[in-house]
């Protein structure tokens, strides 16, 4: 059990790669500024490695036993002193869970193998011990608020006086999305909302009246919203193989956008899929001999081609020759990674939509090909529900150019995600149909049917409840933030969808009963809502997105990327419904390349503003809760350092020889520490802060000259996904004069 948190403490997450890595410079740099205020700044590990490990506390030592902070830190959501800062973290796929058992087992941790197709109880168990850790596995459990995402003003400051240039669009541009026009979640959808409380109880019906009990649960509530679609994969399929010859005849790349990651039982099928049609007769022509090698398209090419090679020399030439004629015959992919020749179909987790399309829109509209270079690119999004939002920003820009990141507006949001709502809070009521049936939700206590959906085989039934207290904190939120910011707000919500037919009537409901005067509150159809929300970014105009989560996720991405360069750099404020606070940093889609480049030359470019922002928020919100007025100075003096470092440009450099991030939590240091010193003025807290101040603007040079000193080397981690925490941590504090001022207990 968890000591119960003061409401003076903030739990800082370590999550993985390269946010993991910034950590272990700038966490000390914050328990420096935080020692001697009564404020307690906490570790929670909620690292895939960390994550495995406590799934599995009777397979290890007492001294291997770690704790499971994500059940603490959900526990702790649901209490009003909850203050958690949340840095990105690896939303596992398969291969990347497997990567990290192996990577563990050979460190001596003796943890089970994954099974991929279990074959007793035993095995059953441990699959769903580690199906728990896969995809977005953190989020559902800690996000029990609703968000209210936005760019800082310090940020969209920097970035209109330092724009980054973005691709120019060609009015005859060939690129442009394709998406599926029958047979997909949004044709298919249906929605109902409860009347009373009762358990939900999943059902296969199979055509000869067999029943199978799919899932008991989850609780529902009075005036909870219950969904349920279904992905005709036989449509799906036709739909793949009409976009594969669509861009072999245009000329032009195939790119698969979806999710594997947040949507981690429908995707990856969806992603399967389109490996398997694009290999189509390669898969068909060695399906025996792909089966006894235990190859699954929903893994990826990466597996495939890494399986063959257990294949005698003979048969996998022969096997290689297919699979070459095959891609000849087909567009070419758009490439991952074109160097490493990883692409868009290698590796599931590699395709992540929010991520890929912004990037795509910011280069012209183009993707980089096999070549090494950008090419005009057809995007595929299968299902509809998403697909034409992003439809209509690629015809925006074919129709009136790239964005201009100096005059552009913005789009905050306020998202609806608390109490894993919607689609993100639907894996566990996510099935592959096991043959030709229904589906059905009925209510365990009266029997009552509430919904019910046709599927053949392999298709996809998703369904997701949305409860009504969620819906009403976030009309208010929004109400909230338009007022705050007199900024306009606008739903996106498509009544032809059944979802947001259900969610339309509680917004109407909710909205009623708000003083709505002097506001400009309106709802419209996601396209509807893009196209408005583009013209006024177009003249320079902020517009509030309001919107559910799949959206509030995509949004926030899409145009940070493009206005300031990543998403990264957002600040995201989650009031929790309990009363506390969480605090999330943006998106970790490059901490990857990141942590490549650390490992090949010490040199970690990830960029900790968001991580600044948010915790200068962490502290607001504890000044202001608890009357905490250090606290309170400490986040005001923490902004006035934050507008230093970005007047400054002391965001991490891109190449050797300037500063990375631990040069930039120096300088947030310096800048703090200065900003307290002329704040807190003839105090015990202001002669502490004069004091380290002056030490470390007297040590500039030497602190400046001992990190980049270490740079072009090599650096060994002792591990990706679980590194040598003592071997690493010297490695991101690489000057023993900083280290002496910020660990001085005196200061």
């Not at 404020?39 to 994550?51: F, H, K, M, N, Q």
């Not at 310090?154 to 970035?159: D, G, I, L, S, T």
């Not at 007025?629 to 470092?645: N, P, V, W």
């Amino acid at each position: 059990m968890m000591e119960k948190p003061s409401e003076s403490t903030i739990f800082w997450t370590w999550t993985d790669e390269a946010p993991a890595l910034a950590t272990l410079s700038l966490f000390p740099i914050i328990r420096a500024f935080t020692r001697q205020t009564g404020i307690r700044v906490e570790l929670a590990d909620i690292s895939l490695a960390g994550r495995i490990l406590a799934n599995f506390p009777e397979w290890l030592t007492e001294a291997q036993r770690v704790p499971d902070w994500l059940t603490r830190l959900g526990d702790l959501t649901l209490k009003p002193e909850a203050n958690i800062i949340k840095l990105p973290n690896i939303s596992a796929s398969v291969p990347q869970l497997v990567d990290a058992v192996r990577e563990l087992q050979a460190q001596g941790y003796a943890i089970p193998d994954y099974p991929e197709a279990p074959e007793d109880d035993g095995e059953r168990d441990i699959r769903a011990r580690y199906d728990i850790v896969l995809g977005s596995a953190v989020n559902p459990v800690i996000r029990e608020g609703n968000s209210d995402r936005r760019l800082p003003p310090a940020v969209k400051a920097y970035a209109r006086k330092h724009p980054r240039k973005l691709g120019a669009w060609s009015p005859d541009s060939p690129t442009h999305v394709s998406h599926m026009s029958r047979g997909d979640f949004y044709e298919s959808e249906r929605a109902v909302t409860v009347e009373r409380v009762g358990a939900a109880l999943y059902e296969f019906v199979a055509d000869d009246g067999a029943v199978t009990v799919l899932k008991k649960g989850p609780e529902l509530g009075e005036g909870d919203i219950l969904d349920a679609a279904v992905l005709n994969v036989r449509r799906l399929r036709a739909f793949y193989r009409e976009e594969i010859a669509d861009a072999r005849e245009r000329g032009i790349l195939f790119s698969l956008h979806v999710k594997a990651t947040m949507m981690k039982v429908s995707d990856p099928v969806i992603f399967g899929h389109a490996v398997s049609t694009f290999l189509e007769p390669v898969f068909a022509k060695h399906a025996d001999l792909f089966a006894r090698l235990g190859i699954n398209p929903d893994n990826g090419l990466g597996e495939l081609y890494a399986r063959i090679e257990s294949l005698g020399p003979e048969a996998r030439a022969g096997l290689e020759s297919d699979i070459r004629k095959t891609l000849e015959e087909r567009p070419e992919l758009a490439m991952v990674d074109s160097e490493r020749g990883i692409t868009n179909l290698h590796v599931p987790n590699n395709v992540i939509i929010d991520a890929s399309i912004p990037a795509m829109i910011r280069d012209s509209g183009k993707m980089w090909g096999p070549d090494g270079r950008l090419h005009d690119t057809k995007a595929v999004i299968p299902d509809r529900c998403y697909a034409t939002i992003y439809k209509a920003i690629v015809e925006d820009c074919v129709k009136n150019g790239a964005f201009d990141p100096a005059t552009m507006g913005s789009v905050p949001n306020i998202g609806l995600m608390a109490q894993q709502a919607e689609e993100y809070g639907s894996h566990d009521k996510t099935f592959i149909a096991p043959g030709p049936g229904v589906i059905r939700v009925r209510c365990a206590d009266t029997g009552e049917t509430l919904i019910s959906r046709t599927v053949e085989p392999g298709d996809i039934f998703r369904s997701c409840r949305t409860t009504d207290a969620s819906v009403r904190d976030w009309v208010l939120l929004a109400v909230r933030r338009a007022r705050r910011s007199d900024t306009p707000a606008v739903f996106w919500l498509d009544p032809a969808r059944g979802h947001d037919a259900e969610v339309l009537r509680k917004v109407e409901r909710d909205l009623a009963g708000c003083d709505l005067r002097g506001l400009d509150i309106r709802v419209m159809t996601p396209v509807a809502a893009m196209e408005f929300s583009l013209g006024r970014v177009r003249r320079g105009l902020d517009t509030i997105s309001v919107t559910g989560n799949v959206l509030r996720d995509y949004l926030t991405d899409l145009f940070p990327i493009l206005e300031v360069g990543t998403s990264g750099k957002m600040l995201s404020i989650v009031p929790l419904l309990a009363g506390g606070g969480m605090f999330e940093t943006g998106a970790g889609g490059s901490a990857p390349k990141h942590v490549r480049q650390f490992i090949k030359e010490n040199y970690l470019r990830w960029d900790s503003l968001g991580e600044f922002s948010n915790l200068a928020a962490s502290l607001q919100h504890m000044g202001t809760a608890f009357r905490n007025a250090t606290a309170s100075l400490l986040s005001e003096t923490l902004e006035d350092a934050i507008g230093a470092f970005l007047e400054n440009d002391r965001s991490p450099a891109r190449k050797l020889g300037g500063i990375d991030c631990r040069g930039s939590h120096f300088y947030l240091a310096l800048y703090w520490a200065r900003a307290l010193a002329d704040r807190a003025g003839d105090t015990p807290l202001g002669a502490r802060f004069t004091l380290l101040a002056r030490r470390l603007a007297e040590n500039e040079e030497k602190i400046h000259a001992e990190l980049i000193a270490v740079q072009g080397r090599p650096v060994d981690m002792g591990g990706y996904y679980h590194p040598d925490l003592a071997r690493t941590s010297a490695a991101m504090r690489p000057s023993p004069v900083l280290n002496a001022v910020i660990d001085d207990p005196g200061i």
